[in-house]
């Protein structure tokens, strides 16, 4: 697990970073270094890192607030460092969405552990295949897959032959990342009725399949998650698709 993580280290004090890198380095992580939240959302853009290692402290965009940013479209692990010590600004931390918090000043080998329990929570659960038929549970929901109805707490769900597509496709796969080009030959989802209208002004844009899948997860998350910005069930495989995740 370690020898392939790439992690991002995202740090504008150089000498901690290049610290951090050359000692993550060691332990057999590839790295990667970004001075702001800027230069980390540029590479960002073009790769898929296992985890971000973020700083808080940074001028312009903080470290708190590229990590609420990010929530709202990535699952990306990320471990925040700050020499803030309270309680509550720990708090504050793991409530944009951080999945860990370390002081500084704090022992290299701590980093790594800390690292090293992300990514195992991270990985994928190995999970036994989801038959044809039967009924895949998740929270309140229950999903049957060889009638394609969705159930909360007794009561049907609506969903749109799209949306009804889409969940069957991740039903199956239970546990298992699909990818957006999978789920769109797959379901052949096809717009209808405002899927392609922009949100912004109103006119129609141009959308392709993938953009639709997206359109399509947008809204079967706000029939299914308590907060579709941080969706808990119908989550985002960067890089990859979508997954759906079952107790």
Request: proline share 4%; no cysteine.
């Amino acid at each position: 697990m370690t020898e392939h993580a790439h992690i991002l280290v995202v740090d504008d004090d150089k000498r901690l970073r290049d610290l951090i890198a050359r000692y993550l380095g060691e332990q057999g992580f590839r790295v990667t270094v970004a001075t702001d939240a800027a230069e980390a959302r540029a590479k960002l853009k073009s790769i898929a890192f296992d985890l971000l290692v973020l700083d808080i402290m940074m001028p312009g965009e903080s470290g708190l607030d590229l990590t609420r940013s990010l929530r709202t479209d990535s699952a990306v692990p990320i471990l925040l460092l700050t020499a803030m010590g309270e309680v509550q600004d720990r708090i504050n931390g793991l409530e944009t969405g951080a999945d860990d918090y370390l002081g500084k000043p704090f022992e290299p080998k701590e980093l790594v552990l800390r690292i090293n329990a992300i990514l195992k929570r991270a990985r994928p659960r190995a999970v036994a295949p989801t038959p044809a038929t039967g009924t895949v549970r998740f929270g309140a929901f229950a999903f049957e897959i060889e009638r394609r109805r969705l159930y909360k707490g007794g009561e049907i769900v609506h969903l749109t032959e799209a949306e009804g597509d889409l969940l069957l496709l991740l039903a199956r796969r239970a546990g298992q990342a699909v990818s957006r080009d999978e789920l769109s030959s797959r379901a052949g989802i096809v717009a209808d009725g405002d899927d392609a209208a922009g949100e912004s002004d109103g006119n129609v844009i141009e959308v392709g399949a993938s953009r639709l899948i997206d359109v399509q997860m947008t809204r079967l998350r706000r029939k299914i998650e308590d907060d579709p910005r941080f969706p808990r069930y119908l989550q985002t495989v960067r890089g990859i698709g979508y997954v759906l995740r079952p107790d």
